[in-house]
């Protein structure tokens, strides 16, 4: 493993998370039980949402979604290539057909609505949006978009935890988050996530009915919990559906509570970092810095500036890895994935510039300010 002297991305861990995680080891409760449903009701609290289920990941989330909506073969859903692959996997694995649609611009690498609404067809049943980097797609209009033509919105918030949706007059309805726009919201806790767990998801909705869907399909279709059982409550219990087992298990809960008091504080270090990389990259050139007029509404889960052409891109990668700063990239583009280009031969021309231009930088609440300034420094001198 490279000893990175600026990493990607660190852990906010400490002793809160050490005390949950001893907590659940005193009571002897691993599967779901208290803090599953305790970590629910906060995160639900958060979200000014009805319902919040957790599970074992945001895969997991994704593909309980498309089933509670009764997404079947023959359907298509329209969704970002900018992505990680998850979405469009679990379309294809219930025997949709995922449908891409290019980005907005370079600058704003979310799904273009004008590109959504000329792709939608007879068999479109939804539309999944990507939140990319913590910055919220035009909601707005694709909630709009949606309510016309009868489809159903599914919210990728895996980046934008925390983040708090403003419409395009920048104001903030009812304290409404991402996630808790359309019909469900999807989240991850995976290491790398502003909220991190390791592994684990959530999902929010505030439909009563794909509530009782998804918390029947998360654990094998089943009326109770073991937990309640073990508590006497019931006796025995009814499998209404087929199900799977996403559950989340009580230690990953017992973090992620420890985690989400922690966010927000987090996120509002995570945006004072963003604006002092788009300070410090003020007028270069040759760089563009992803969504730099919408910080402030941002969860700042990436830092991702665009680079003038690929050579720039492999440049600057090239002098960071000499300075031992780590980078990234997210995301590569789905369509160019062996196991899709043959299946999929749309050309999505923004798509393919940013997938082959974009850097991911060091981004995280305990990031040294210094750090931000070399590596501008850095990206200036390219």
């Avoid at 730099?292 to 500036?305: I, K, N, R, T, Y």
Wanted: proline share 4%; net charge negative.
């Amino acid at each position: 493993m490279t000893d990175w002297r600026v990493p990607l991305s660190v852990l906010d861990y400490g002793v809160e998370e050490a005390e949950a995680a001893q907590r659940v080891i005193e009571r002897r409760w691993l599967s779901m039980g208290p803090e599953v449903l305790a970590f629910e009701q906060e995160f639900a609290a958060m979200q000014s949402a009805r319902h919040a289920y957790a599970v074992s990941s945001a895969t997991a989330a994704l593909h309980l979604a498309i089933h509670a909506i009764g997404l079947k073969p023959g359907d298509e859903v329209i969704q970002p290539a900018i992505n990680f692959v998850a979405s469009a996997n679990m379309t294809l694995l219930v025997g949709a057909t995922p449908v891409f649609a290019d980005i907005c611009s370079l600058a704003e690498p979310t799904i273009d609505p004008e590109q959504v609404e000329r792709l939608i067809t007879p068999r479109t049943k939804a539309v999944i949006p990507m939140h990319y980097g913590g910055n919220l797609a035009r909601m707005s209009e694709l909630q709009e978009l949606c309510k016309r033509h009868n489809l159903l919105l599914i919210e990728d918030s895996c980046h934008a935890i925390g983040a708090r949706f403003h419409d395009a007059r920048g104001r903030a309805p009812h304290g409404m988050m991402a996630g808790s726009i359309g019909d469900i919201g999807t989240f991850s806790f995976y290491a790398n996530k502003n909220l991190a767990c390791g592994e684990g998801g959530m999902l929010v909705t505030n439909r009563d009915d794909l509530a009782e869907r998804i918390q029947m399909l998360r654990s094998h279709g089943m009326t109770r919990s073991s937990w309640e059982r073990h508590h006497g409550r019931v006796g025995s219990y009814d499998i209404a559906l087929p199900g799977f087992n996403y559950r989340l298990d009580e230690l990953h809960a017992a973090i992620g509570r420890a985690q989400l008091a922690k966010l927000l504080p987090g996120n509002q270090r995570r945006r004072e970092l963003l604006a002092r990389y788009r300070d410090g990259l003020r007028d270069a050139e040759r760089w563009t810095v992803v969504f730099a007029d919408q910080l402030e509404h941002s969860s700042g889960h990436l830092m991702v500036v665009v680079a003038d052409s690929t050579e720039t891109r492999t440049k600057a990668t090239q002098a960071l890895r000499e300075a031992s700063i780590q980078t990234s990239m997210h995301y590569p583009s789905i369509l160019e994935f062996s196991g899709f280009r043959e299946h999929f031969t749309d050309v999505l021309e923004l798509t393919h510039q940013f997938a082959s231009r974009a850097i991911t930088l060091p981004l995280h609440p305990g990031l040294r300010p210094d750090y931000v300034d070399e590596i501008a420094s850095i990206l200036r001198a390219i």
